[in-house]
């Protein structure tokens, strides 16, 4: 359950926060900001959210939704959407593999995810060097075809996705049809359908975001033709299984999506200190140096894949190496591109 302040002064304490998150947002005056809710969703948001939009200016609007997912069949809804220049969701259900987020972002509506506690938010406020990295990864990314994954623990794995764009989160969305997550620091392509091959390790300490757990004994995953194939290892291992069987849906164990984190302010230990409160899912999935794949659902814009099953089973993991083409990006967790590195100064060679 998130942490709610039980007093209206916390949304106001959060109203300069949100103006800066907004202006990096480049919502203008005149503009239409609508913020998106549920019936669990955080007020001190939403007082803040509307504040910080009209202090520029803006017009801010609120929708509350009940806790299901009936709302995405509503046109009323996603016309409200579609009509928006900046969606603001704060939802504690899925919204972003929907045919409503989609048809909004065709319409050229920028939409922004926020799910973390205010202190999360804040310790990883958007800056431009994650920004650069996030430019820097796209251009790597973009550049090949093919990515190699390789670990100590045993994995062994490539995929293929030729044709495909390159998403970037940085932590703001500032330009139509772009969608993006605040707090966020993360590359990510959805691979070919069928183009995964190779075993998956996930090894002590990764992440398994779904179950709010930290892997303590290894899990074996053999991929063939872009999915999983056989699942093994001990109790983490039985967990992951049941986890994927909940849908009954063979398409769960397709690949969605895999990239990096680049994001050095987030905290490895957060997801456990913080998951009954909805907080430290960030901090995991952009983690510097990370390798974050995932299964199931991936038809989203800007990853433009073709899964469109009601699952989304997010992985990071530490200590993986890996390789866009023949171009080393990580090696065992640390970048070997010096643009990425911590130490990286901007006209240096």
Same mark, same amino acid.
């Given at each position: 359950?998130?942490?709610?302040?039980?007093?209206?002064?916390?949304?106001?304490?959060?109203?300069?926060?949100?103006?800066?998150?907004?202006?990096?947002?480049?919502?203008?005056?005149?503009?239409?900001?609508?913020?998106?809710?549920?019936?669990?969703?955080?007020?001190?948001?939403?007082?803040?959210?509307?504040?910080?939009?009209?202090?520029?200016?803006?017009?801010?609007?609120?929708?509350?939704?009940?806790?299901?997912?009936?709302?995405?069949?509503?046109?009323?809804?996603?016309?409200?959407?579609?009509?928006?220049?900046?969606?603001?969701?704060?939802?504690?259900?899925?919204?972003?593999?929907?045919?409503?987020?989609?048809?909004?972002?065709?319409?050229?509506?920028?939409?922004?995810?926020?799910?973390?506690?205010?202190?999360?938010?804040?310790?990883?406020?958007?800056?431009?060097?994650?920004?650069?990295?996030?430019?820097?990864?796209?251009?790597?990314?973009?550049?090949?075809?093919?990515?190699?994954?390789?670990?100590?623990?045993?994995?062994?794995?490539?995929?293929?996705?030729?044709?495909?764009?390159?998403?970037?989160?940085?932590?703001?969305?500032?330009?139509?049809?772009?969608?993006?997550?605040?707090?966020?620091?993360?590359?990510?392509?959805?691979?070919?359908?069928?183009?995964?091959?190779?075993?998956?390790?996930?090894?002590?300490?990764?992440?398994? $975001?779904?179950? +709010?757990?930290? @892997?303590?004994?290894?899990?074996? #995953?053999?991929?063939? %033709? !872009? *999915?999983?194939?056989?699942?093994?290892?001990?109790?983490?291992?039985?967990?992951?299984?049941?986890?994927?069987?909940?849908?009954?849906?063979?398409?769960?164990?397709?690949?969605?999506?895999?990239?990096?984190?680049?994001?050095?302010?987030?905290?490895?230990?957060?997801?456990?200190?913080?998951?009954?409160?909805?907080?430290?899912?960030?901090?995991?999935?952009?983690?510097?140096?990370?390798?974050?794949?995932?299964?199931?659902?991936?038809?989203?814009?800007?990853?433009?894949?073709?899964?469109?099953?009601?699952?989304?089973?997010?992985?990071?993991?530490?200590?993986?190496?890996?390789?866009?083409?023949?171009?080393?990006? $990580?090696?065992? +967790?640390?970048? @070997?591109?010096?643009?990425?590195? #911590?130490?990286?100064? %901007? !006209? *240096?060679?």
């Amino acid at each position: 359950m998130r942490r709610v302040p039980n007093t209206s002064a916390a949304g106001a304490e959060l109203v300069p926060l949100f103006r800066d998150q907004l202006l990096l947002c480049d919502v203008k005056p005149g503009e239409t900001v609508l913020g998106f809710t549920d019936t669990m969703s955080n007020d001190a948001y939403t007082t803040a959210l509307g504040a910080a939009a009209r202090v520029l200016g803006a017009t801010f609007f609120q929708i509350v939704v009940s806790g299901d997912e009936d709302w995405m069949k509503s046109e009323a809804i996603i016309d409200a959407w579609k009509g928006s220049d900046l969606v603001v969701g704060m939802l504690t259900t899925g919204w972003i593999y929907s045919d409503a987020h989609n048809a909004a972002l065709d319409a050229g509506a920028r939409t922004l995810m926020i799910e973390e506690p205010e202190d999360i938010l804040a310790r990883m406020f958007p800056t431009t060097e994650i920004r650069r990295r996030a430019e820097v990864s796209q251009r790597l990314m973009e550049a090949g075809t093919t990515l190699r994954l390789e670990s100590e623990a045993g994995t062994d794995l490539t995929l293929s996705y030729e044709g495909r764009p390159v998403g970037i989160q940085y932590g703001y969305s500032d330009t139509p049809g772009r969608w993006d997550h605040w707090p966020s620091g993360q590359v990510a392509v959805a691979p070919l359908e069928h183009s995964a091959e190779g075993t998956l390790v996930l090894d002590e300490a990764d992440c398994m $975001i779904n179950l +709010g757990r930290y @892997v303590m004994s290894p899990i074996r #995953l053999e991929i063939r %033709e !872009g *999915s999983i194939v056989s699942i093994d290892g001990a109790a983490d291992a039985r967990l992951a299984k049941d986890y994927f069987e909940l849908p009954r849906d063979a398409r769960s164990y397709g690949v969605s999506h895999i990239g990096w984190g680049y994001e050095h302010r987030a905290n490895w230990n957060a997801l456990g200190l913080r998951f009954w409160e909805g907080g430290g899912v960030m901090d995991v999935e952009s983690y510097y140096g990370n390798m974050l794949i995932a299964f199931g659902a991936n038809y989203m814009r800007g990853l433009d894949g073709e899964n469109r099953v009601p699952f989304h089973f997010d992985i990071p993991t530490l200590n993986h190496s890996i390789w866009v083409d023949d171009t080393q990006i $990580i090696d065992r +967790g640390n970048f @070997v591109i010096p643009e990425l590195q #911590l130490d990286y100064q %901007e !006209g *240096s060679d």
